[in-house]
């Protein structure tokens, strides 16, 4: 009976996140406290427990990373970014947003897509406003384009990491098997962009024109703050490839780098506080506890154990399956807690087993958890994070607009990439 309550407390929590009869947030508590009134979530496991508790990793991830991005912000480095680009594509919103989109991709796949999007949203903003192009196609494009890059590395989107400490999986692995799939399914992301954004995407040719006179260089007003911040920031960066050596997690990395932008900077803490989305941390925190909730009534695990039942040794039922389970239940509850949940029960299906067929599940949880998380607008923290940030100033992305393209990409992307597992570790092994 408590868990029956439970999932029904979590659905109504999640019908009025994407309904929004009431504020995100909001929503998220509600589900959040009903949680911890049916039991399922105590203040130990809520604040505690790497599986069912709030994700502090991503929460401080979040929030360092945002300060530090406030630091820059200061020096003018997002205007000088923002009419490079543009004038590189000559101005034309297509254009320009095909290299915004390749460009965060790219930075995903070495980064992590949380980060790349706190750090591209700021130059698109300013990119769409110098062009005269609408600003939310840009900010749900990126946001897509994040975690399809996140995809290709093992550090890339968490799920990967979490799969490749399960799996026995290298960085080697991930860019082999991972990073071809994910460059085709950039490109057909970039034709998806095309037929669902190109009609509202119109040249202003006396835009253009004025934006082709203006010189990037003068938008730099503190070049001494650009150097020391940028230094701090390649070292974030550098920080965050060589965690798995260094042992210092990637929140530890960027709150190190937040603290050494903020020591340098010599600003008040108005200015870099300024642009920390608090609402965005709340909302996290929120969901993780009330995904936690959903994940202590087992019913991940028992649909975990339903497949594991069922496949046996059928390799490609077992990859088909997979991937689009994993895209439709990531497209509901974070991904990191849904494959921390899948990925014992996919290491005993495999258990003994070797060969391509076998390896193909991993690849199938993995491409399943990190593309379904565009499906919807909290399938993947980068989408949230966006949508926050595209708030702030003043560009409303509703859930069922993010949501009715990102349905079509995920569905799409899914599917090309379940023909990649197909052709790659069954029809050519």
């Not at 897509?144 to 996140?150: E, K, L, P, T, V």
């Not at 991940?300 to 339903?306: F, K, L, Q, R, T």
Request: charged share 10%; glycine share 10%.
């Amino acid at each position: 009976m408590i868990t029956t309550l439970a999932i029904v407390a979590f659905l109504a929590a999640y019908i009025l996140i994407a309904t929004e009869r009431i504020h995100r947030v909001a929503a998220a508590f509600w589900g959040a406290a009903a949680m911890v009134v049916l039991g399922q979530v105590t203040s130990e496991s809520a604040f505690f427990s790497e599986e069912t508790g709030i994700e502090w990793n991503v929460i401080f991830l979040l929030l360092g990373m945002m300060i530090l991005v406030g630091v820059i912000k200061q020096t003018g480095a997002f205007e000088y970014l923002a009419i490079w680009s543009a004038k590189r594509a000559r101005g034309k919103p297509f254009r320009v947003m095909v290299m915004l989109v390749v460009i965060t991709a790219v930075a995903s796949a070495l980064l992590d897509n949380v980060t790349t999007v706190l750090l591209i949203a700021p130059v698109t903003l300013l990119v769409c406003d110098r062009i005269g192009a609408p600003a939310i196609p840009f900010l749900i494009s990126e946001a897509m384009a994040s975690n399809i890059g996140g995809a290709g590395t093992l550090i890339g989107d968490p799920p990967n990491i979490i799969i490749a400490s399960r799996a026995g999986l290298s960085f080697n692995d991930f860019l082999l098997h991972m990073l071809p799939i994910v460059v085709v399914l950039l490109v057909v992301f970039i034709g998806l962009m095309k037929l669902m954004f190109g009609k509202q995407l119109v040249y202003d040719a006396e835009r253009a024109a004025d934006l082709m006179r203006l010189s990037e260089k003068e938008a730099i007003h503190d070049r001494r703050l650009l150097i020391s911040s940028g230094v701090i920031l390649a070292g974030v960066m550098v920080g965050f490839v060589t965690h798995s050596i260094t042992g210092l997690d990637p929140s530890m990395v960027a709150l190190l780098g937040a603290g050494a932008a903020v020591a340098v900077s010599r600003l008040e803490p108005r200015d870099y506080l300024a642009d920390v989305e608090w609402s965005t941390l709340a909302f996290f925190a929120g969901l993780f506890v009330m995904v936690g909730g959903l994940v202590h009534t087992g019913i991940i695990a028992d649909m975990g154990d339903w497949l594991t039942d069922r496949l046996g040794t059928n390799w490609l039922l077992g990859s088909t399956v997979l991937i689009w389970i994993s895209g439709a239940l990531s497209a509901i509850v974070d991904n990191i807690p849904y494959v921390a949940t899948i990925s014992p029960l996919v290491a005993d299906l495999t258990h003994g087993a070797s060969g391509a067929g076998p390896e193909s599940l991993w690849w199938a949880l993995a491409l399943g958890a990190d593309l379904g998380g565009n499906a919807t607008a909290v399938g993947a923290s980068a989408n949230v994070v966006v949508i926050g940030i595209a708030a702030r100033n003043g560009h409303r992305i509703s859930f069922w607009t993010f949501t009715k393209y990102g349905l079509i990409v995920a569905t799409v992307t899914i599917a090309v990439a379940w023909g990649y597992l197909a052709l790659r570790y069954f029809a050519l092994a």
